[in-house]
């Protein structure tokens, strides 16, 4: 059963960057485009984007300019980096599985809450 | 972007009872290959959203067959047939037709 467990710190100071990591268990993700969603407290999801097993990625244009994300298949994980953070990044952030023909989330990791604040 | 536009925001039910949502796209979410890339996420309280439907209509792996999904081009619905007390959360709906993807508002459901 392939799962997805993300960890960084909780807290991140304005104008620094937001570290977070996403590990897989399970299964290998050859197959897949590996995303990141966020979630503002109380609201909404927004797509932040994904990375190919192959290590292409994708990135929605509204953050591009902020973001990164990398992949380490050595260690079975990715990773997100989202740079010059204010308290509009304060959202729990999910780590999810796209499988290629279905072209959905079929798997999500449990989140993390990131708090930006001095 | 394509927006996805969800009705009603809010939905009370009586256990048992039908419950039924609307998601409308900005623009036609067939894809160039021929596929609608539009799925249904449940959201239950305190947990992360789990897939109920994808490509419309096709229930994922486990999901119980009193929830279904119709539409096409720019008009979908999600059906529960006999709304439980498990089914409580929000409900959203999502394209990855197009970059970026995008989800709809999100409907409460709650039962009366």
């Known amino acids: 059963q392939v799962q997805l467990q993300e960890s960084g710190p909780g807290l991140v100071k304005p104008s620094e960057t937001l570290s977070l990591t996403c590990a897989v268990s399970?299964?290998?993700?050859?197959?897949?485009?590996l995303n990141w969603i966020r979630q503002p407290p109380g609201k909404g999801l927004e797509w932040i984007g994904y990375?190919?097993?192959?290590?292409?990625?994708m990135y929605n244009p509204s953050l591009k300019s902020r973001v990164t994300i990398s992949v380490d298949t050595s260690k079975n994980q990715f990773s997100l980096k989202l740079n010059s953070v204010t308290a509009a990044d304060t959202a729990v952030y999910y780590c999810?599985?796209?499988?290629?023909?279905?072209?959905?989330?079929?798997?999500w990791g449990q989140g993390t809450l990131v708090t930006v604040s001095s | 972007d394509i927006v996805m536009t969800q009705t009603p925001l809010s939905s009370p039910v009586t256990l048992g009872q039908p419950a039924s949502i609307s998601c409308r796209s900005s623009?036609?979410?067939?894809?160039?290959?021929?596929?609608?890339?539009m799925s249904w996420l449940q959201q239950r309280p305190g947990q992360p959203p789990r897939l109920l439907i994808y490509?419309?209509?096709n229930r994922f792996s486990g999901v119980p067959d009193r929830f279904s999904g119709s539409g096409a081009e720019t008009d979908f619905t999600l059906k529960i047939s006999r709304v439980e007390a498990e089914d409580v959360g929000v409900y959203y709906c999502?394209?990855?037709?197009?970059?970026?993807?995008?989800f709809g508002q999100g409907t409460k459901l709650e039962i009366k």
């Open positions: 999810a599985r796209e499988k290629l023909h279905l072209a959905t989330f079929d798997i």
């Open positions: 990375i190919s097993y192959s290590g292409s990625p």
């Open positions: 999502m394209q990855t037709t197009q970059f970026p993807y995008t």
């Open positions: 399970g299964g290998s993700f050859s197959d897949y485009y």
């Open positions: 490509k419309i209509s």
């Open positions: 623009q036609s979410l067939v894809h160039s290959d021929g596929n609608t890339y």
